[in-house]
């Protein structure tokens, strides 16, 4: 029979000797071995709370972490991110006095505060008139009274199986429209509209052609497109024969100029019969020719002054 020895204590049942009994060595290795494994544990553990700590503060991160979104980074990461994001919401926003909103620029109080500006008691007029569109019901509509409702009910009632028939006989007549006749109808497209541009001699409508001419005239001034003036002297001559004298020109298009001439063989001889005056004897895009006058006298040279007017 075993003889009872102390009591325990309540949680690691530790010996607790009683005054009476005898030291036995035993028992109080038994309370270190017990101790021992106990601090083991706790040591462990303390092991392992330390771990989690720094896994906990790598998750937290510091103050200055960025770039967190939805997917990464640490928790002060997405609270700096949401703050940025916040600044931007605020500034997208804005104050409740900016102005300058359009439709690509501006806060969004700057956006509505256009748009009450823009607010007129005149556009809200326009609103109002909606009510002129009536209800399906309404009657007594007239070419000057009646909502739009009522003056489609009007047209509706008046609508009766003989005017329908008015359509009908028309619908017979429908062979002599011909798809030659029906290519005449399609070409009134040709006229367009009164903004229509680019109007050229081989392309654009009618309106376009228009437009164009109009625009030139005003900008152009009607026909002409430049005007150059000089003046040559003629080359003496005793003896009938002809001397060819080139002017030099800006370059013009010949087919759209004409040159005047004025002057020529000296006074006193011009109207002789025995002298023949010059002429132009061809045109090119930077020069005409002047073949000289002519006479069986001696005739001392001439001025003559010139203009080359070009049009469009």
Avoid: C
């Amino acid at each position: 029979m075993e003889t009872k020895y102390g009591t325990y204590t309540e949680n690691y049942h530790l010996l607790k000797p009683d005054d009476k009994d005898f030291y036995d060595v035993n028992h109080i290795n038994d309370n270190m071995d017990i101790v021992d494994e106990e601090l083991k544990k706790l040591n462990q553990k303390t092991i392992q709370l330390d771990e989690t700590v720094v896994d906990i503060s790598g998750l937290i991160g510091t103050t200055t972490d960025t770039e967190g979104t939805t997917t990464k980074g640490t928790v002060m990461a997405k609270l700096n991110a949401t703050q940025t994001d916040l600044s931007s919401v605020k500034t997208l926003i804005g104050q409740t006095n900016h102005t300058g909103g359009t439709s690509t620029i501006g806060s969004v109080m700057a956006k509505l505060n256009k748009l009450l500006t823009d607010w007129t008691s005149t556009r809200a007029g326009y609103i109002d008139k909606l009510n002129h569109f009536g209800v399906p019901g309404d009657i007594g509509g007239s070419a000057t009274s009646g909502t739009v409702m009522a003056k489609l009910n009007k047209l509706l009632t008046d609508w009766t199986g003989t005017r329908a028939g008015y359509i009908n006989t028309i619908n017979t007549n429908t062979a002599r429209l011909t798809s030659t006749r029906a290519g005449y109808i399609d070409k009134l497209s040709n006229f367009g509209a009164t903004g229509d541009t680019g109007g050229s001699t081989t392309a654009g409508t009618m309106m376009a052609k228009l437009n164009a001419i109009l625009q030139k005239v005003i900008t152009e001034g009607v026909g002409v497109k430049s005007v150059q003036r000089g003046v040559f002297q003629e080359l003496s001559t005793s003896q009938d024969s002809e001397n060819s004298i080139t002017v030099k020109m800006t370059t013009i298009n010949p087919a759209k100029t004409f040159i005047i001439l004025n002057g020529g063989l000296s006074a006193g001889y011009s109207g002789s019969s025995s002298a023949v005056r010059g002429y132009i004897n061809s045109v090119s895009a930077t020069n005409f020719v002047y073949k000289t006058g002519r006479a069986s006298l001696t005739i001392s040279a001439g001025y003559i002054s010139w203009q080359a007017v070009e049009f469009y």
